[in-house]
């Protein structure tokens, strides 16, 4: 039997083997590599309404601070009046529905927070992906694969699961379109701490 006809019967006596889409990928002509990671980080745009993000929480914290010091004033109070008392009781009333709207406020604040972040990133991902195809689509890129060019830290054992698990063991220097990308998005972005936050009008 030749060896074409051995592995033919092998493969059909093993159906779990299969050739891994990575490797015939790479096999290929026409294949690309991208830090995603890194392109997020050298994003101006992104990282100005990041920016914009945190300014805004920030400011949100010292608002609640600025009511909370007023509750802990208008409980001082609470000793001016005898325990007990319709007075003291009106107060004590008071304070704890004041408190208790504070709360529920921050809660709300920061749900909104967290949601306007991820969807940041996502609609930030999404520019970067379609940038990323019509790159491919003008150079004849078959395929566009994520990597992640930080070195590993040897004392940290989630950097090393990371690398261990990376598809890219190998690739040319001339494949990298890293660079391409981040020169594409911010050659349009404004260099201002101000940047409109796009998806407020989602």
Known sequence: MSFRKLVIAAIACCGWMIVSPVAVVFAQQGVCVVDVAEVFKNHAGFNQQIENLKQQAEQFKFELQ??????????????????????????????????????????????????????????????????????????????????????TDANNPESIMQRVNEYVIFHQPQIDITAEIIKSLNASVPQTGNAPLSTQDR
């Open 66 to 151: 600025r009511q909370g010091e007023q509750l802990q004033a208008r409980g001082d109070h609470l000793k001016d009046f005898q325990i007990g008392s319709p007075e003291f009781k009106q107060l004590e009333s008071e304070l704890a529905q004041a408190s208790a709207s504070l709360e529920v406020e921050r809660r709300a604040k920061t749900r909104e927070f967290v949601q306007f972040e991820a969807q940041l990133h996502f609609d930030t991902y999404v520019q970067v992906t379609q940038l990323i195809s019509q790159l491919c689509e003008q150079r004849g890129y078959r395929c566009a694969l994520r990597y992640d060019s930080l070195s």
